[in-house]
């Protein structure tokens, strides 16, 4: 004999009720079958809101019932053969008219006790268990309908009612002794108490109905039919790499159930523990999946140490603190017992070793009636100052992990604040039981699905990181970034196990979120259709999301978004910097963006900033963090110079060749910063700071080039026009350089604390004549490098290169 218990979503639509109905079919054939069936999925919430309504003197509580009396003759239509729906409609019309009774005297009366509620919320298991039934019978299954209040005998505490087993089981035991129904119906959840009042068995309850029948008849297995393929290693509806738990033992079944895994309700594991019965939860939209089995066997010793995560919502947290009460014995006991006496469950216990304070975690919804009677019990002492009121905080909710193993391992506890801390969830209080296979933490409740995630990621998938990119500036760069991320997802997930989704994207125009990964082949539409764009917007969006590993990134040359980036790091987001403006602008914002990195453990990278992609600032940050000292940095570092200087000749205008570079995206937007000297000055500033002196960019020596009236224009336009006008100035300097055979190069100098810019004639022979197009060229002079130095060269300028450069910054976080 089997018990199967039937949710919500198997008995919510015809279409499902048709599977439920072949697996009793199956099931029957050569065994005798018991089904404790749920109220249609929904309904339970739908009588409650109903009832909300009338109370509230709403009359579109008619409305409300309407839906539910549709939801039900639907699935009549459905499902009854023509013969019996008159049959089948008249007596489910009777009882949905005893429940409309019930809600017009709500209306009148104003008021929903919970008497009252056990009493509405009896019909959604009535209905569906005898629609059911006849569901069956019309398949031409023979099927046999029990009231289960004429079984589960209960106290009177409504809403959440305690069983009389020994009733109870009686009652079980004697219906089924002669019973030959092959199948049995039962509604799950309902009961009655010894005087015979509806009560129930608390919300989720016919999980517990189908237990206490399984233990009663010491059946051989117990089957939760749900809507998902078992129990999984945390919700599947939060954590998307979430996987089903083949196999659990009856008390990490019940830690995680108690801590909010829905899918089981908690008190269902008791019942059929002491008889050793397996637990078998199935999907009955895929019963084909293996699922998981909970049995008596404990997992210590093999597998995996942590089993599951879960979480409950919508917890307070009270702490109860005073000097009184050190070494006081009897605080303890009068707390628990007068929560107790209010019926306010504890969920979590810590207590300080000094005895000054005991903290408890109690559902939200209790904690100013938890408050009164504190405040109540304590009354003396706190008006003696022994003890200070006490303090409720909301909005929290509690994670635990979990596993029969843990206590073998050493470690966990330590992984697990590790993760959640380099992820910026603060942790409000933890506690761990005894046995060590449960350690629970309590976090805000904002937090809660970066938490689960976080430690998924840490515990069940350890070999995969996910990165979540937020990127402004889809520009030349961007574009080339966000291609080159395309192509490479699947060779970055295989083989560096980094996962990199790309989460929010803007312009300056628009700007467009998703928080399961924007689709790269679609994202420019998806851009343009976005919302307005505007960089506190997107700062607060990125927020709001509060994903782990966040990554900001900046592709602009905007100021306005360079201002922000210390917010970004305050939320732990890391940011990687295209945009030199942050790391050129006045020395205490640079060191305090370097502080907040620190302090906030978010990486702050910005190695586009010198050189595009050659790696010139992590090689200068290896040498530093080495022990190397750097004594003297010499560098072409302007790609857009370079190519300038190097294509400029008597045969052309130099005109011509600053808007070939422009054209061809060598040059900052503003081609005068560039050739003012302005954008390599901001990068020898950057390559001396990183070094470890402290500059500004007015110390820098600029010995520009340009003539007074290019320096003076007002608008790029006029730049230009003063380029053509000064055209003679530029042949003069080209004209000197030949006659020297030398070669003009845009040096940049870093040399005893001191830096400076200019153009050089370069004789032939030096390490930087021959430099071709938009090269760089960076020299480290140091103490373990003095005559020969380490020298960086290559292409410093260009999209694609500038593209992988942040590309590589990105796979620097994802070795972190
Ligand atoms: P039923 O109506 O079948 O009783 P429930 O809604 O009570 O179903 O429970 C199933 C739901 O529990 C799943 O759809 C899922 O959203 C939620 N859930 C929460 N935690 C877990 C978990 N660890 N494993 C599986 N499901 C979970
Ligand atoms: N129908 C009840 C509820 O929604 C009982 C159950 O589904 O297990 O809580
Ligand atoms: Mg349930």
């Given at each position: 004999?089997k018990?199967?218990?039937?949710?919500?979503?198997s008995?919510g639509?015809?279409?499902?009720i048709?599977k439920?109905?072949?697996?009793?079919?199956?099931m029957?054939?050569?065994d005798?079958?018991?089904?404790?069936?749920?109220?249609?999925?929904?309904?339970?919430?739908?009588?409650?809101?109903?009832?909300e309504?009338a109370v509230?003197?709403?009359?579109?509580y008619k409305?409300?019932?309407?839906?539910?009396?549709?939801?039900h003759?639907n699935?009549i239509?459905?499902?009854?053969?023509n013969e019996h729906?008159?049959?089948?409609?008249?007596?489910?019309?009777?009882?949905?008219?005893?429940?409309e009774?019930?809600?017009?005297g709500?209306?009148?009366?104003?008021?929903?006790s919970?008497?009252a509620?056990?009493k509405l919320?009896?019909?959604?298991?009535?209905l569906?268990?005898?629609?059911?039934?006849?569901a069956?019978?019309s398949k031409?299954?023979k099927?046999?309908?029990?009231n289960?209040?004429e079984?589960i005998?209960?106290?009177?505490?409504?809403?959440?009612?305690?069983?009389?087993f020994?009733?109870t089981?009686a009652?079980?035991e004697?219906?089924?002794?002669?019973d030959k129904?092959?199948?049995?119906?039962?509604?799950?959840f309902?009961?009655?108490?010894l005087?015979?009042?509806?009560?129930t068995?608390?919300?989720?309850?016919?999980?517990?109905?189908?237990?206490?029948?399984?233990a009663?008849?010491?059946?051989?297995?117990l089957?939760?039919?749900?809507?998902?393929?078992?129990?999984?290693?945390?919700?599947?509806?939060?954590?998307?790499?979430?996987?089903?738990?083949?196999?659990?033992?009856y008390?990490?079944a019940?830690?995680?159930?108690?801590?909010?895994?829905?899918?089981l309700?908690?008190p269902?594991?008791?019942?059929?523990?002491d008889?050793?019965?397996?637990i078998i939860i199935?999907?009955?939209l895929?019963?084909?999946?293996e699922g998981?089995s909970?049995?008596?066997?404990?997992?210590?010793?093999?597998?995996?140490?942590?089993?599951g995560?879960?979480?409950?919502?919508e917890?307070?947290?009270l702490?109860?603190?005073?000097?009184?009460?050190?070494?006081?014995p009897?605080f303890?006991k009068?707390?628990f017992?007068t929560?107790?006496?209010?019926?306010?469950?504890i969920?979590?216990i810590t207590?300080?070793?000094s005895?000054?304070?005991i903290c408890?975690?109690?559902?939200?919804?209790?904690?100013?009636s938890a408050?009164?009677?504190?405040?109540?019990?304590?009354e003396?002492?706190?008006?003696l100052?022994?003890?200070?009121?006490?303090?409720v905080?909301?909005?929290?909710a509690?994670?635990a992990?979990?596993?029969?193993?843990?206590?073998?391992?050493q470690g966990?506890?330590?992984?697990m604040f590790?993760?959640?801390g380099k992820?910026?969830v603060?942790i409000r209080?933890?506690?761990?039981?005894?046995s060590?296979r449960?350690?629970?933490?309590?976090?805000?409740a904002?937090?809660?699905?970066?938490?689960l995630?976080?430690?998924h990621?840490?515990?069940f998938?350890?070999?995969?990181?996910q990165?979540?990119?937020?990127?402004t500036g889809?520009g030349?760069v961007?574009?080339?970034?966000?291609?080159?991320?395309?192509?490479?997802?699947?060779?970055l997930k295989?083989?560096?196990?980094?996962?990199?989704?790309?989460i929010?994207?803007?312009?300056?125009?628009t700007?467009?979120?998703?928080?399961?990964?924007i689709?790269l082949?679609s994202?420019?539409?998806q851009?343009?259709?976005?919302?307005?764009?505007?960089?506190k917007?997107f700062?607060d969006?990125?927020?709001?999301?509060?994903l782990r590993?966040?990554?900001?990134?900046?592709?602009?040359?905007?100021?306005?978004?360079?201002?922000?980036y210390?917010?970004?790091?305050r939320?732990?987001?890391?940011?990687?910097a295209?945009?030199?403006i942050a790391?050129?602008?006045?020395?205490?914002n640079y060191k305090?963006?370097?502080?907040?990195?620190?302090?906030?453990?978010a990486?702050?990278l910005?190695e586009t900033n010198?050189?595009?992609?050659?790696?010139?600032?992590?090689?200068?940050?290896?040498l530093?963090?080495s022990g190397?000292?750097?004594?003297s940095?010499?560098?072409v570092?302007?790609?857009?110079l370079?190519?300038v200087?190097?294509n400029f000749?008597?045969?052309k205008?130099f005109?011509?060749?600053?808007?070939?570079?422009?054209?061809?995206g060598?040059?900052?937007?503003d081609?005068?910063?560039?050739l003012?000297?302005?954008?390599?000055?901001r990068k020898?500033?950057?390559?001396?700071r990183?070094?470890?002196?402290?500059?500004?960019l007015?110390?820098?020596?600029?010995?520009?080039?340009?003539?007074k009236?290019?320096?003076?224009?007002?608008?790029?336009d006029?730049?230009?026009?003063s380029?053509?006008?000064d055209?003679?100035?530029?042949?003069?300097?080209?004209?000197?350089?030949?006659?020297?055979?030398?070669k003009?190069?845009y040096?940049?100098e870093?040399?005893?604390?001191?830096a400076?810019?200019?153009?050089?004639?370069?004789?032939?022979?030096?390490?930087?004549?021959?430099?071709e197009?938009?090269?760089?060229?960076?020299?480290?002079y140091t103490?373990?490098?003095?005559?020969?130095?380490?020298?960086?060269?290559?292409?410093?300028a260009g999209?694609?290169v500038t593209?992988?450069?942040l590309?590589?910054?990105?796979?620097?976080?994802g070795n972190?």
């Open positions: 004999m018990v199967l218990k039937f949710g919500g979503t008995v639509s015809a279409k499902n048709n439920v109905m072949a697996i009793l079919s199956d029957s054939a050569n005798k079958v018991i089904a404790v069936v749920s109220a249609i999925g929904g309904i339970t919430d739908k009588l409650l809101a109903a009832a309504l509230n003197k709403d009359d579109s409305k409300a019932f309407k839906t539910i009396e549709d939801i003759s699935i239509d459905a499902l009854i053969l729906k008159t049959e089948v409609s008249k007596a489910v019309g009777t009882k949905l008219s005893r429940l009774h019930l809600l017009d709500l209306f009148l009366v104003n008021e929903l919970p008497k509620t056990d919320l009896s019909f959604g298991e009535l569906s268990s005898y629609i059911i039934t006849e069956l019978k031409g299954l099927a046999n309908l029990k289960s209040q079984l005998v209960t106290d009177n505490t409504h809403t959440n009612a305690s069983v009389n020994k009733i089981n009652n079980i004697s219906h089924f002794k002669g129904n092959k199948i049995t119906i039962l509604p799950g309902i009961s009655k108490s005087d015979g009042e509806i009560t068995l608390g919300r989720g309850g016919s999980d517990y109905t189908a237990a206490i029948v399984a009663a008849l010491e059946v051989e297995e089957q939760i039919w749900t809507d998902v393929s078992g129990m999984f290693t945390t919700n599947p509806k939060v954590v998307k790499q979430a996987f089903p738990i083949k196999r659990l033992s008390q990490e019940v830690e995680l159930s108690h801590f909010g895994a829905k899918v309700y908690p269902t594991v008791q019942p059929v523990l008889k050793n019965i397996p199935k999907n009955t895929a019963p084909e999946d998981t909970i049995t008596g066997e404990s997992t210590n010793g093999t597998g995996l140490a942590v089993k995560i879960s979480n409950i919502n917890i307070a947290l702490t109860l603190q005073g000097n009184g009460m050190v070494g006081i009897g303890s009068r707390l017992e929560l107790a006496q209010e019926k306010i469950n969920v979590l207590q300080a070793s005895e000054h304070s408890i975690g109690i559902s939200e919804k209790d904690a100013e408050r009164a009677v504190i405040d109540l019990t304590f003396n002492e706190i008006s100052h022994k003890i200070d009121p006490i303090i905080e909301n909005d929290l509690i994670i992990v979990v596993g029969d193993n843990m206590k073998n391992h966990i506890s330590g992984k590790s993760s959640l992820n910026n603060n209080a933890i506690a761990q039981g005894a060590e449960n350690i629970s933490a309590v976090i805000a904002k937090d809660v699905k970066k938490a995630n976080t430690l990621e840490r515990f998938e350890t070999r995969t990181r990165l979540n990119l937020f990127i889809v030349n961007g574009e080339r970034l966000i291609e080159q991320i395309r192509q490479q997802q699947d060779y295989d083989n560096l196990k980094l996962n990199i989704r790309i929010g994207l803007s312009n300056s125009r700007m467009v979120f998703n928080d399961e990964g689709s082949d994202w420019k539409e851009l343009a259709n976005g919302v307005k764009a505007a960089p917007d700062l969006t990125v927020k709001s999301f509060n590993n966040s990554v900001f990134m900046d592709i602009t040359a905007n100021k306005d978004i360079s201002d922000l210390q917010d970004y790091l939320k732990n987001i890391a940011v990687i295209c945009n030199k790391c050129s602008s006045n020395y205490e305090q963006l370097k502080r907040l990195s620190y302090k906030y453990n990486s702050f910005f010198v050189g595009a992609g050659l790696p010139v600032i992590d090689t200068l940050s290896n530093i963090a190397d000292e750097i004594q940095i010499k560098a570092l302007s790609g857009s370079n190519y200087f190097n000749d008597d045969s205008r005109h011509d060749v600053v808007k070939q570079a422009q054209d061809e060598y040059t900052e937007p081609p005068r910063i560039d003012s000297g302005v954008d390599v000055a020898i500033l950057i390559l001396a990183e070094s470890g002196t402290e500059m500004n007015e110390d820098i020596t600029n010995t520009s080039f340009l003539t009236s290019n320096l003076e224009s007002e608008s790029v006029h730049f230009y026009e380029l053509i006008a055209e003679g100035h530029f042949q003069e300097l080209i004209a000197s350089a030949k006659a020297k055979h030398c003009l190069k040096v940049a870093f040399n005893d604390g001191k400076s810019v200019g153009l050089k004639e370069i004789p032939e022979g030096h390490p930087f004549y021959n430099l197009g938009k090269d760089n060229i960076v020299m480290f103490q373990r490098y003095p005559e020969q130095p380490m020298i960086i060269i290559g292409a410093g999209a694609d593209a992988s450069g590309f590589a910054d990105i796979i620097r976080l972190v």
